[in-house]
């Protein structure tokens, strides 16, 4: 998911449907914008895309100096309206509005517990969790009552609160998703990437610390550090595929990290021999430019990609994944025919897209196919905000990579070590990174799907 706040600009639903714009590649299933005028919070959420859904008339009903806002696309609920946040409500202590990048292990658990205390849930989400904790709470302060709520949680969170004349900025110890600040003039900007700040030409001041909360009113910013602190574990998949190429993560540039990725790979696996060096795109194409620099292989453009087809692993329906990849890309034949391709992608998670685009190859006449996979094998699910399939369905999981190879009928297949993905993104101790995903080592815990599918 994305989420993005601003505060003390007479603009800020506008702000907030321009920002979401432009983190619209981290979920594409619902939207929504909750705006403070001061005294009152106002909100819209639906499915479906920002551009389509925050038309002129409804962001002029969201007036305010301050708003917060979302995009999702479902790791934890269901694919429906009730799961769209900003999750909003009216409790005690007043009007409040929560925008949540990331996935809480242990809602499952809490959720049962507040239920069976007499909780009444709105949603599937487990951000929710969160609300009734801060509604409960007997502590004396809103950000109190935040940090309270946030020390029964455990898992995943870059949150952002709303209330009247608040706007509350947290980020877990481990740091797993992103959360960064800017400043527009009089105003302050929060974003899960700073590409965000870069459309709004919003001046990027930094990341949020792992651990840290920032409160903004009417007496200025704020930070502290309420939790105690813990090893790192920043999302090294943001690097490799999640971000955009253009935004700076966790300190560093993604495209340059994805084409270090690219040159690290070429050195691991080679391709001698090979005519030209493609890319999957997008996510594909900063490793692949990489991957040619290193091995001196020239870099075409063999797949062209459909501007009218969004994130196809986003589709929750395997029916309509399937579709996906066909509508997505096309092979170029006039680049293609009668060459030995080394074809870059960025992971492989179920095969299915990679097995299609390696057929597709080869019947655009491409003799041999290489495909080289620039991050380690996706083995496990990730339970921290990614949507990653089940165990089972993770090809990596219960195959050897001569087995996949030879599924994806590629001639020859080679993945980025785990070694070499903590050498590209500067982690060479490899211990401010997670990388379940790659190693299965969870850092905060793992929830099982059953546990989870129970709690939905
Ligand atoms: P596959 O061959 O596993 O069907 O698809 C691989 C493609 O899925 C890659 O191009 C990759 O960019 C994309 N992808 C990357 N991350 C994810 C993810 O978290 N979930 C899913 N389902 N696909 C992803
Ligand atoms: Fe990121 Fe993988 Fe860790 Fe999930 S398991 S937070 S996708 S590195
Ligand atoms: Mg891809």
Redesign the pocket.
């Given at each position: 998911c994305g989420i993005f706040g601003i505060t003390g600009h007479p603009e800020a639903s506008n702000l907030a449907y321009l920002g979401l714009h432009a983190l619209q590649h981290r979920g594409q299933e619902s939207a929504g914008i909750v705006a403070s005028d001061g005294e009152h919070l106002r909100s819209h959420r639906s499915m479906g895309l920002v551009a389509d859904i925050f038309t002129a008339p409804v962001l002029e009903k969201l007036p305010g100096e301050a708003s917060i806002g979302h995009v999702r696309y479902s790791t934890a609920g269901v694919s429906q309206l009730k799961n769209a946040q900003p999750l909003s409500v009216e409790y005690a202590g007043g009007q409040l509005a929560i925008a949540h990048n990331g996935n809480l292990v242990n809602a499952p658990e809490l959720r049962k517990a507040l239920e069976a205390d007499g909780a009444i849930f709105q949603s599937d989400s487990d951000t929710e969790v969160i609300i009734h904790f801060i509604a409960r709470s007997k502590q004396p302060t809103f950000e109190n009552k935040v940090v309270e709520a946030l020390s029964k949680v455990k898992g995943a969170y870059s949150l952002l609160f709303l209330t009247q004349n608040q706007l509350v900025a947290v980020r877990d110890p481990y740091g797993f998703r992103p959360l960064v600040l800017g400043r527009l003039r009089n105003a302050y900007v929060l974003a899960s990437e700073t590409t965000a700040l870069d459309l709004i030409e919003a001046e990027y001041i930094r990341e949020l610390e792992p651990g840290e909360m920032v409160v903004i009113d009417e007496k200025g910013l704020r930070t502290s550090q309420p939790f105690a602190p813990t090893r790192l574990g920043r999302c090294i998949?943001e690097h490799v595929?999640?971000a955009k190429p253009d935004s700076v993560l966790f300190g560093t540039s993604v495209y340059e990290t994805r084409k270090e990725l690219g040159r690290q790979l070429a050195r691991e696996q080679p391709a001698p021999g090979a005519d030209l060096v493609i890319a999957?795109p997008d996510?594909?194409v900063p490793a692949a430019i990489g991957f040619s620099q290193a091995s001196g292989i020239p870099y075409d453009v063999g797949l062209i990609r459909s501007h009218y087809v969004g994130?196809?692993?986003i589709e929750p329906q395997q029916s309509i994944?399937h579709f996906g990849?066909k509508l997505k890309l096309s092979a170029v034949r006039q680049v293609l025919k009668g060459k030995r391709v080394v074809v870059v992608?960025?992971?492989?998670?179920?095969?299915?897209?990679?097995?299609k685009?390696v057929k597709m190859l080869k019947a655009a006449g491409a003799v041999e196919v290489h495909l080289r996979i620039s991050s380690p094998p996706?083995s496990w699910p990730?339970y921290y905000g990614?949507?990653?399939?089940s165990r089972q369905e993770l090809?990596a999981s219960n195959h050897t990579t001569e087995e996949i190879a030879r599924y994806?009928t590629a001639d020859t297949l080679g993945y980025l070590s785990l070694e070499g993905l903590g050498k590209a993104v500067g982690d060479t101790e490899r211990n401010t990174f997670c990388t379940a995903c790659f190693s299965g080592k969870y850092l905060a815990g793992q929830v099982s799907p059953e546990v989870a599918a129970q709690s939905a």
């Open positions: 998949f595929y999640f999957v996510s594909g994130r196809t692993f994944r990849v992608d960025d992971s492989i998670v179920r095969g299915t897209t990679s097995r685009i996706t990730c990614i949507d990653t399939p090809i994806v």
